[in-house]
């Protein structure tokens, strides 16, 4: 079955840093270009961050440029995400997804998706 699984979700104060993990199970993640996407309540899901199947080619929505950094490790089967500079409009569920054949921020190019995990930003 496949099954992506994101962690490292919680909550942290304004400025903060987090890391979240997206883990792998049931296929190797190494043909897959990765999306981080995020929803905050009443609001559609947005794109955050993608990674190419390589890991050389990343992309960042704009707000997050500078203060996030989308990695992989193909060995590990996993993908993070490195989040700092965190504020509370960075409130959100996270999710990661899969996509075999395409690239970039469009969730809608995305197949495979985890159940997410809460990021919280509040002093």
């Known amino acids: 079955q496949l099954q992506l699984v994101e962690s490292g979700g919680g909550l942290v104060q304004p400025g903060g840093s987090l890391r979240l993990s997206c883990a792998a199970s049931?296929?190797?993640?190494?043909?897959?270009?990765i999306g981080w996407f995020r929803q905050a309540p009443g609001k559609e899901r947005e794109g955050v961050s993608c990674?190419?199947?390589?890991?050389?080619?990343?992309n960042y929505a704009d707000s997050m440029k500078g203060r996030f950094t989308i990695s992989r490790d193909n060995t590990e089967n996993t993908v993070y995400l490195q989040m700092n500079s965190l504020k509370p409009e960075d409130t959100a569920v996270y999710y990661c997804?899969?996509?075999?054949?395409?690239?970039?921020?469009?969730?809608?190019?995305?197949?495979?998706w985890g159940q997410g995990t809460q990021v919280t930003v509040s002093s």
């Open positions: 997804a899969a996509t075999l054949y395409s690239y970039g921020l469009d969730p809608k190019k995305y197949h495979y």
């Open positions: 990674i190419s199947s390589s890991g050389g080619s990343t």
């Open positions: 049931g296929f190797t993640l190494d043909y897959y270009a």
